[in-house]
DNA sequence: CCAAAAGTGTTCCGTCTACACCCATGG
DNA sequence: CCATGGGTGTAGACGGAACACTTTTGG
């Protein structure tokens, strides 16, 4: 039976993760300076090695895990690249992830611990290898997916005001929105649900809190932004 | 240098081609019994192995030449695929790719040789390992980018019909259309061009043929059926 | 002469867009 | 008391959807 696979060759597997944050109305990546060669010193996503015993999806979880000590994340397959020289030391073929997560959930000692940083997507350096090319395809697909689907609550905290949520879609889309005319869309999504608290750090008068109710949303999944 | 990469594992990789084509108003797709272990007499899509030398492209370019002998189609990448146990053989990741043939360009005697046959995609048997799954994604992207870029013409004949065109867009999109309307939105688009020719298969009256004109595409973009 | 597909405009309705002012509060 | 962000409604424009009849010709 094996003898079907003999003749082909076997190439190393590798994932990428385009880790995606919102903070201070920037949408930002986390990416670090790598400690390894080949490379060594160029800016670059976090990744790893695909072992035998785990699929794609796994891999790209343990990854994100090992990186941040986080589980149960947004995650989608961006897809694999693979042209024949863009690993600079052996052939590799990569298959990228992008991640979404709230900035206030990754502690600061994981950032030095791993030498990575969030760099704003508009000001992304020269990345190792084929990376820039993998976060413009993430950035593209996650533009696309926001709109048509409750992904945008995975960048906020639970609790967040319309005015924050409203800043993510302008910076998503890259052009500024309305605000009567984005909270109107708002209100017509009961799943979007107005809490009694209020957020005082942001104005003077305070702005009520709004969370994602993700029971209703089941039952009438229409979302659109 | 290598050592960084000693300690893990290389992997089989695979490109599987969805092979999409339009005909008698219906969408199609080449499908073929594997003639190989494992799954020897399963309904499956057409693959190879990626060699070390080569780009997941040209693997894909390479394979899809192997069953139909043409070059320059369009292909897209639909995704890696890594269940550990989506192979039964070995472990085996595979990158689908979908493509966008004219039926007509496909000679009977390659359906033969290779022992391929156009199955109605509404009528698919069960395949092989992930393979139904790779064409449900397939499908739902190729519907997606349909709206948007010219690719229908990549189905059809270099000369077709405003009927034809219309009919492909009711089956991708599963909804009949208005013809008035869809003409309307076909003559605001100055790159699908009237010829002076005339269809007369296709009824008694005849229908005036019309071409894509990528020149003048290039110039003015947009795109919307 | 009739069946079968080609070809052609107008009206209506709902959706999206533009737009400006008052409110509450901390300092 | 004023600067700052929070919060609210309406009218007009635009684009998409609905809709029916005439033409041509092979058999």
Known sequence: MTSFYFEHQKIFLSVDCIIFGFDANKLKVLIGKRQMDPGRGEWSLYGGFVRNDESLDDAADRTLYELTGMRNVYMRQVGAFGSVDRDPGERVVSVAYYALINVKDYSKKLLTLHGVEWVDLDELPQLYSDHNEMIRKARKLMQQKIKTEPIS???????????????????????????????????EMDFIEKTELIDKKSSRRGASLYRFNKKIYDKDSNFKL
Chains 1, 2 share one sequence.
Do not use: A, I, M, S
């Open 153 to 187: 609550f995975q960048l906020l905290p639970p609790l967040f005001t319309l005015t924050q949520l409203q800043r993510l879609y302008e910076v998503v889309n890259g052009e500024e929105v309305d605000k009567r005319n984005f909270r109107k869309r708002v209100k």
